[in-house]
Nanobody
Framework: QVRLVESGGGLVQAGGSLRLSCAASGRTFSSYYMGWFRQTPGKEREFVAAKRWSDGSTYYADSVKGRFTISRDNAKNTVYLQMNSLKPEDTAVYYC????????????????WGQGTQVTVSS
């Protein structure tokens, strides 16, 4: 059974940092792209960042480029999202996901999803 479990969300002031974790289990993810998406009420789930597990290639949404960093720990089968210089508009539920497709910016390309973790940035 494939599981993606996010953790690390919380409340932080604008300008602060958080690190989200996504622990993956249940299969080998070496062929997958691991992505982070976020969603606020009434809006579509939007792409934030992705990393190709095999070669470490990274991809970012323009809105987070330069502030967020996606990384992985192969030994722990875990993907991280380091979020710096947080803004109130970063407030959302953040989801981890896994995709075999290189169309990593499209949420429909993802095969597996975590349950989400809330990030709230106060002004």
């Amino acid at each position: 059974q494939v599981r993606l479990v996010e953790s690390g969300g919380g409340l932080v002031q604008a300008g602060g940092s958080l690190r989200l974790s996504c622990a993956a289990s249940g299969r080998t993810f070496s062929s997958y792209y691991m992505g982070w998406f976020r969603q606020t009420p009434g809006k579509e789930r939007e792409f934030v960042a992705a990393k190709r597990w095999s070669d470490g290639s990274t991809y970012y949404a323009d809105s987070v480029k330069g502030r967020f960093t996606i990384s992985r720990d192969n030994a722990k089968n875990t993907v991280y999202l380091q979020m710096n210089s947080l803004k109130p508009e970063d407030t959302a539920v953040y989801y981890c996901a896994a995709s075999l497709s290189p169309r990593i910016r499209e949420r429909g390309s993802y095969d597996y999803w975590g349950q989400g973790t809330q990030v709230t940035v106060s002004s």
